[in-house]
């Protein structure tokens, strides 16, 4: 592995740095990845970068000066046992390990500890669930230090630190683990974001006068941060209070290395967590707000589902109204499901997917040769749903001639198929649906008043999804979850610009667009998350909110239009009625005629 040897000046011990960023940074400060405390060297000196086959080294600007092997240059690409100069101090650079004899005792250590920290990482990936990875994390880090005890602090959103595992040597979990860390190494290491290595806390000129470590007598400590992506996650504190000088620098680059590898298993295991939990959350808010197979948390469908209740076990017939796609043959199923007809059949008809002249043949059956194709016997679909409930769709495109036999038979109970003269009892309960305004139609004479009053028992009436914007997001994760489990899609959820999205939008088609739509999303989305590209939707569902000055501007013009509409287009009177000079609606009307022109 590449590696940096140089003479650390503080403590005049040979240290050797292993190469595994791709960019690592050197200087005097203690922000740099390599710290080289000498005078010097500059703040932030140099830095290597590693593209996959070569380390290049190159100062940080024209005044830190780099030399390589004596030689000075802005780059360098570096070879195996380049020396390179900083200021006054030498570093060895190795691209590889040298072989190493059998009494190096000091290699033959760090090498087993690297191949120890190796299988440990493994272990940890293999972890099942959130808790057994952390316990595995301290676990490993005091086997490899050699500690008594070992803490894993993990920092929360409000910024309070958790002190979510705390272990022994035993593999023991330690009771009020507070009382057992110094918080004022834990406030160093939070605050510089750097690791802390103590070898005798009671004698360290930093802490010796720490009230947590006299208190504790602390002997040995070490602390390093948890940093994944750029985010302090927390801290694994690791001691013992028995033995001085037990961390040495080579066990803190060690856990360094670890901790570095571990805040990433970290970050993504809370994250799978997150979501997890967020999943379980959804699913009861669904749950909650789940009506059979229908979600709705607004109160106009609020108000469908207390509709439902009341008339399901009473044997009436129900109208329900609302535009193509609001569910009405859910509404209807949930009718029957409830009502005392519940084990009997559910049967469908759409009045206007069947052609004229085989409507009356689909609705009450026909006997075999009562017209040309008429081959057997057909048991019409009233008679189908004897005993249960006949879902009569889209009824307002039902032919007024066919309406007079449909009155009849809700009103006798009793039918005549095509071809014959016997009439035939039925035992049904009628449920009817449609998208235009039948008592309008009524009144038009476009569908039969004494039928619509026999339909016009109880009527609900399903809103649409552009007024019922609670229910959107909603329904769109219902869907969501229930496609991703069926065509066993990775998909975790929505991006914040597909929520924003599928708020924005319209909706003409209502639900049945949004389970369109999203099952298209989830069996063509290439990564975990929807977006709206995804759903179809381009980035003009994605409007900006408008400045306050621009959106009471567009509304006072609107009003003022609507006032002038009014009032027959007479400007004295609209300013008299809005109590405003006229000179302010003259100024509304010049600035509509240019934005007409």
Known sequence: MPTLNFIHSVANTPQTVRLF??????????????????????ANHAYLVFDGKHYTLSGVSKKSVVQVNGRKDKTFVLAHKD??????????????????TSDDKRVRTEIESYRKLHQLTEKLMSAATIEELLNLLIDAVIEVTG??????????????????????????TIGNAINYVSDTIISRV???????????????????????????????????????????????????NNVINLFTPDKLQLMEIFAGQASLLIQNALLLNELQVDKQSLKEQIEQMRYGSMVGASESMREVFRKIEKVAGIDVPVLIQGETGTGKELVAREIHLKSSRRNGPFVVINCGAIPRELLESEMFGHLRGSFTGAVANKIGKFKAANGGTLFLDEIGDMPLELQVKILRALEEHKIVPVGDTRLEAVDIRVIAATNIPLERAAKEGAFREDLFYRLNVITIWLPPLRDRRDDVTLIAKYFLARYAKE??????????????AILNHEWPGNVREVENRIKKAVIMADRNLIEPEDLDLSAAELQSIKPLAEAREEFQMEYIREALRRNGGNRTKTAQVLDVDPRTIFRYLEKMTEEEV
């Not at 602390?218 to 504190?237: F, K």
């Open 190 to 240: 939070i605050q510089t974001r750097r690791p802390v290595i103590v070898s005798d806390a009671l004698n360290d000129e930093q802490f010796k006068s720490s009230a947590s470590v006299l208190n504790l007598k602390l002997s040995s400590v070490m602390c390093v941060p948890l940093i994944a992506r750029g985010s302090l996650l927390g801290i694994i504190y690791v001691g013992n």
């Open 21 to 42: 960023k791709k960019i690592t940074t050197l200087g005097r400060d203690n922000t740099n990845d390599i710290p080289i405390p000498h005078p010097s060297v500059d």
């Open 83 to 100: 020396v390179i100069t900083l200021g006054e101090v030498n570093l060895t650079f190795d691209l590889f390990d040298e072989a190493w």
């Open 487 to 500: 065509y066993e899609r990775r998909i975790k959820g929505f991006s914040p610009r597909s929520l924003e």
């Open 147 to 172: 500690a008594d005890n070992g803490f894993l602090i993990l920092r929360r959103e409000n910024q309070e630190l958790d002190f979510t595992v705390a272990r022994n040597l035993n593999r023991e």
